[in-house]
């Protein structure tokens, strides 16, 4: 029997600080998030991090958390209720981090008699702190509980034609219903180290104007062209004018050097440079979580205000919106028929 995994990246059960705490320490310990030596690594979030943070990174979840609980989970159990409604195979969903998790997930799929599960990351674009990390720990979970069961992982969707159609429209509509004078493309950022340890040619991602644009099998695992590719083809299908869109990396943790440009940094220019009423899209996520509700909705408008600007507007994530759940199950379906190959 066939079946479907949904993963998005996970939250903290409550914002209580012991509960920040374990997320914050199972997130921040994981070797393709925080990829230095475990020793180093173990100093830096339980030495240092996790002494220090938990305070402030509570006080931002308990701005955003809802009656219902985080975010990003009941958004994606919303998501997940609607795709069950379209498809005709059990739909689970796990996070990578916290819970539910991956193995529980996985213990539902094969309680229902599940033994060919297609997992879906719902991560538009390939890192290896989201796609990366999810398949390695299923890869473990399969070896150690799931030897009976064939799993198949969905690949990045950056520029799938159903999604860029969905994203697009998405934006189309708070456009057309604000009016605003600049749209600015803010992803999620990664250190460039990244980048280059997923470069599979060992050699051709430079970060500089001209790699991402160049052909290459280094693009199946670039986080940085996936993003640009993704802004490319909405920008296009929504025609919009080179001065009229911005793209940037939010997020940054540490001294290292990240991808940039930087989005605090983007919106002081912006605001500076006149623009007054800007709107945010987020498509590194599918549903709004602590990066957006606070970082880019909160402290992003406040950077952006105090610089010159009006107004910011954050751009809603794809959710649970019909079109996008409509656009998963076709996946879902294609994939039931093509007798389980991972191409949507």
């Not at 374990?22 to 979030?45: A, C, G, H, N, T």
């Not at 250190?191 to 500089?208: A, F, L, Y």
């Not at 709004?288 to 205000?305: Q, S, W, Y």
Request: net charge neutral; charged share 30%; with cysteine.
């Amino acid at each position: 029997m066939k079946g479907v995994l949904l993963v998005n990246l996970g939250s903290p059960k409550s914002t209580d600080l012991d509960d920040i705490k374990s997320y914050l320490d199972q997130f921040l310990m994981d070797e393709r998030v925080m990829d230095f030596p475990k020793p180093l690594r173990s100093l830096i979030v339980r030495g240092i991090i996790l002494k220090k943070r938990p305070p402030k990174t509570q006080a931002n979840y308990k701005r955003i958390w809802w009656e219902e609980g985080s975010p990003l989970i009941v958004i994606s159990e919303r998501l997940q209720a609607k795709i069950k409604q379209q498809v005709q195979v059990p739909v689970a969903l796990a996070m990578r981090y916290a819970e539910p998790s991956l193995e529980t997930g996985l213990r539902e799929l094969a309680e229902q008699k599940v033994d060919e599960a297609f997992v879906i990351p719902l991560f538009p674009q390939y890192a290896m702190a989201t796609i990366g990390t999810a398949s390695a720990k299923i890869g473990e979970l399969q070896k150690k509980y799931f030897q009976q069961m064939q799993i198949s992982v969905m690949p990045p969707f950056y520029n799938h034609p159903d999604y860029i159609e969905v994203l697009s429209e998405s934006i189309r509509e708070k456009w057309e219903e604000w009016g605003y004078e600049h749209l600015l493309f803010s992803y999620h950022g990664i250190p460039e180290r990244h980048i280059r340890k997923s470069d599979v040619t060992d050699g051709h991602c430079k970060m500089d104007a001209h790699c991402c644009q160049t052909p290459s099998p280094a693009h199946k695992f670039c986080y940085r062209h996936q993003c640009f590719e993704t802004t490319r083809l909405v920008v296009e299908k929504l025609g919009l004018k080179k001065e009229e869109y911005t793209l940037s990396f939010q997020s940054r943790l540490g001294p290292d050097r990240w991808l940039q440009p930087y989005t605090d940094k983007t919106l002081e220019k912006l605001g500076k440079k006149g623009v007054k009423k800007l709107a945010v899209a987020t498509p590194a996520f599918v549903a709004d979580c602590i990066e957006t509700l606070d970082e880019i909705a909160r402290e992003g408008k406040e950077d952006f205000v105090k610089n010159g600007g009006d107004e910011l507007q954050l751009i809603p994530c794809l959710h649970d919106r019909m079109d996008w759940a409509g656009v998963l199950a076709k996946w879902i379906g294609s994939w039931v028929q093509s007798s389980g190959k991972t191409e949507a």
